[in-house]
Structure formats: C-alpha cells, structure tokens
C-alpha cells in the first residue's frame, strides 16, 4: 500500500485530499499545527485504519516513520484576512516548512507536490495568466507575506529538483471554493453565503469592478490528482477560467440564497488584484484536465454544506476590516 503525508489535513484543500487518496486505496497521514485548520474537516476520517493524523508545525523538523511514496504540501494560511493575523507564521510555513518538507521528501525517495497560487502572479499586468508570467508582487505590501513565501516555495523546489534530483511538482492554484471553507476566513464566497444566511448585507470591496474565476474544489483535486501523477515537473495553473466581477458575483449570491439584502460597499482592501483568470492551456495539454462543475452547480452545493451550520457556528464569523 502506498504512503501519502499531506500538510494542511485539516484545512478546506487538505482535508478533500485526504478524502481522494483515502478513496482510493492510499495510507494516509494527514499533518497540521491546526492554526487555520479544523478537525471537524477530518474527524470522520478518524475511524479509517488507513488514516493516522500528526498534530506538528511542519515549520519545525518533520519526523515521519517509514516509507513514504507521495508528499503534498498544503499547510498555509490562505485567505488576506489570515496573512493579515498571523503574517510571520505564513512566511515561515512556505519557506522553512517547504524546505523541511523538501529534506524530508529526499530523506525518502519520495514525490513531492507543492501547493503554488495565482497569488504569484500578484496585482497582474498580463490577462489571462500563463505559467510564464513573473508576476506583479509588492515585496512589502499587505499580501507580499503569502506572494513572496509562494515565489521562494517555488524556487527552493525547483532547486531541488535540479541540484538534488527530487521528483516535484508545483500547481498554482486559483480561487477554489466549496465545502469546508472556514466561514470567518474573509474570503469572498464564504463571506458573502455567511452574509446571506444571517440576513445581513452583502459586502463589496471597492467598486466590485475587480474579477476572480471560481473553481469548484472537487474540479481543482483532479486537477492536483493527475499532476502529481504526471511527468510535468513545471508550474501548472489549476483554476476554472470563467471569470466574473465581484459585483455580479454577490447578485447571484443573492438570487441563489434568496436574501431580501443588498449590496453595500466599502474601502477596497490594499493590492487587491484587479484581475484574475488562469489560462488553463497548459493543464488541458499535459493533464488533459478541464473544470467540468460550472459556478452555478458549485455554488449550490456549497450553500447546501453552510445551511447545514449551526446557527452559533453561522453567528461567530467575523467580518474582514481593513480600514
Ligand atoms: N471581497 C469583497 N467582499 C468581501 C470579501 C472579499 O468584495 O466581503 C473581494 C476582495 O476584495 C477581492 C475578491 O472579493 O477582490 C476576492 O477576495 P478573496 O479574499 O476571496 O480572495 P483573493 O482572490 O483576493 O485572494
């Protein structure tokens, strides 16, 4: 039986890993310091005799026992509302994390995958993002914490795939969304479904002009699935590339959830990209990988997963404040 350790097991991307290599008939160890992460995205993993759970910073020295066949890297906090909180942690996790995990990944023999974004590509002067854009990041900024750690991840394991001949692969992964999300992470869609459900307005950022293409979780671990399986070694972009404005984005939330609330606006946050939507070119040639969930069928299921929140679990959310 095959050995997967996955970082960040008890996160939104983490925990449908494990999900998908438990499915299909992986020993899993799922690890997380659980500062983001939840266990209730896991804890009906807990009674599988092929699931163990480690509750480690992976920023300090990683210990697994054994052989290990497939790394996959997912440990950070992801959302600006968390960089924002805990900035020093999320540069530590992509860079002394990643390295560890790297150490740790040539210690083994094993194939390792990391957890790249589209937050590479910063504020982006090129549309639609391909993998060969540098990108448009300030170093300083509120969100050069997340972008600057995601670029050094990503040049430490090209690094060691060339210097030490370590099988990698890195994805970019662009706006996801789905079940499991944290309701108080301040990203867009669980932002604005927790807005609906608790009868408030809907917050937009700035003019609502700036778009992002959501990517229904289930499309984005295929995507990851058949790339850590593949021969590609360079970045690939994962991401649905129907793209919408903020705007129109919060009036189909308020369609799909039925709320009698309204849009207001408020001060767009510092460096929010204008404009995001992966060119996915390279992913359909080398994956043969498209998105098959469109945003109105995703979105449905993920308002199913957060009705079913109790109504504390609905009211503790918090909102983003960057004023
Ligand atoms: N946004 C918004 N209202 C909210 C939360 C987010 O208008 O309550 C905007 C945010 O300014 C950004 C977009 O939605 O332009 C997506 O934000 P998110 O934090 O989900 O992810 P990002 O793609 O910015 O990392």
């Not at 920023?59 to 497939?70: A, I, N, Q, S």
């Amino acid at each position: 039986m095959q050995k997967v350790l996955i970082t960040g097991a008890a996160g939104f991307l983490g925990s449908h890993l494990c999900d998908r290599f438990i499915k299909d008939g992986f020993h899993v160890i799922g690890m997380d310091n659980l500062i983001t992460g939840d266990l209730k995205n896991i804890e009906h993993l807990f009674k599988h005799e092929h699931f163990e759970f480690y509750n480690h910073d992976v920023t300090k020295f990683v210990h697994v026992p054994g052989e290990l066949d497939y790394i996959l890297h997912f440990a950070s906090p992801a959302s600006p509302i968390d960089y924002l909180k805990i900035p020093i942690q999320t540069l530590k996790v992509g860079s002394l994390g990643t390295h560890n995990l790297l150490g740790l990944a040539k210690e083994k023999n094993a194939r390792i995958l990391i957890a790249s974004t589209s937050e590479v590509y910063g504020d982006p002067l090129v549309h639609p993002q391909t993998e060969d854009y540098y990108g448009n990041v300030n170093t300083i900024g509120p969100r050069g914490v997340y972008d600057e750690a995601k670029r050094f991840q990503e040049s430490i394991t090209m690094a060691y795939h060339t210097y030490h001949g370590v099988e990698t692969r890195i994805v970019r992964i662009f706006n996801t969304y789905g079940p499991r999300m944290r309701l108080n992470d301040g990203r867009v869609v669980p932002a604005f479904i927790g807005q609906a459900l608790r009868g408030e307005d809907l917050t937009v950022f700035g003019e609502g002009l700036q778009t992002r293409s959501f990517c229904y979780v289930d499309d984005l671990i295929e995507g990851i699935y058949r790339l850590l399986f593949s021969d590609y070694v360079y970045p690939v972009n994962i991401g649905n590339p129907n793209e919408i404005t903020i705007r129109d984005f919060a009036e189909e939330i308020i369609k799909l959830t039925g709320t009698s609330q309204k849009v207001i606006y408020k001060d767009l946050p510092v460096n929010d990209p204008l404009q995001r939507q992966p060119d996915i070119s390279k992913a359909k040639e080398v994956l043969d990988w498209e998105p098959k969930i469109n945003r109105q069928e995703g979105m449905k299921y993920t308002l199913d997963y957060f009705k079913e929140l109790s109504t504390e679990e609905l009211h503790k959310s918090e909102h983003r404040d960057f004023s």
